[in-house]
Structure formats: C-alpha cells, structure tokens
C-alpha cells in the first residue's frame, strides 16, 4: 500500500510559480514511476508530467518547456516545478505512483489557481 500526500498548491498570478510536492509512504518508492496528473473543473483528469524509476521523464505538450518534475528517492518525494503559469493551468493537481504490479495509487489533490 502507498499513500501519497501532495501539497504545495495555491493561488498564483498569470507568468508565475509555484513547487508541488508529494510525499510517499510505503515501500520500495524508488522502484515506482511517478506522475502528476491534473483535472480542471469540467473536464477529464489528464497527465502532465511522469518520471520514471530509472529517471526518465515525460510532459504533456501543453507544459513542456515551463512545467519540471523531479524525484528525490531518499526522501520518497516527487516535484513539480510549475513556471510562466497560465489561466489554462488552472486545475486540482494529482500525484500518483506505480508499482511493479501496475498498481496504481492517487493522493487527494492540491488545487491551483492562475490568475490573469
């Protein structure tokens, strides 16, 4: 079992920044791919940013170039580092993790609000 805890969220101005953070408990977190995921209101949940075990990362075009995701395996933690915001950022943004197995575990959200 994992349990991811997020935060770092807030409300922020169009062109800022902000620093997610998720921390995991449980087991063998260096073994799992991590994401972050977000879901704005209205709309499905989508992924953002992925890493993997082996260091590997991934973005969504629409973030690409502004958003950085991170992990540090000693502190069982994944980062996103959100830059040049936008409104269209705006959204509850979701860490998960996968196993192995292909288990698949969520957090409950920390929520951003770009403003113009």
């Known amino acids: 079992q994992v349990q991811l805890v997020e935060s770092g969220g807030g409300l922020v101005q169009d062109g800022g920044s902000l620093r997610l953070s998720c921390v995991a408990s449980g087991r063998i977190f260096r073994d799992n791919h991590m994401g972050w995921y977000r879901q704005a209101p209205g709309k499905q949940r989508e992924l953002v940013a992925r890493?993997?075990?082996?260091?590997?990362?991934n973005y969504s075009d629409s973030v690409k170039g502004r958003f950085t995701i991170s992990r540090v395996n000693a502190k069982n933690s994944v980062y996103l580092q959100m830059n040049s915001l936008k409104v269209e950022d705006t959204a509850v943004y979701y860490c998960?993790?996968?196993?192995?197995?292909?288990?698949?575990?969520w957090g409950q959200g920390t929520s951003v609000t770009v403003f113009a």
């Open positions: 998960n993790s996968v196993n192995n197995a292909g288990m698949s575990y």
């Open positions: 890493i993997t075990s082996g260091g590997t990362t």
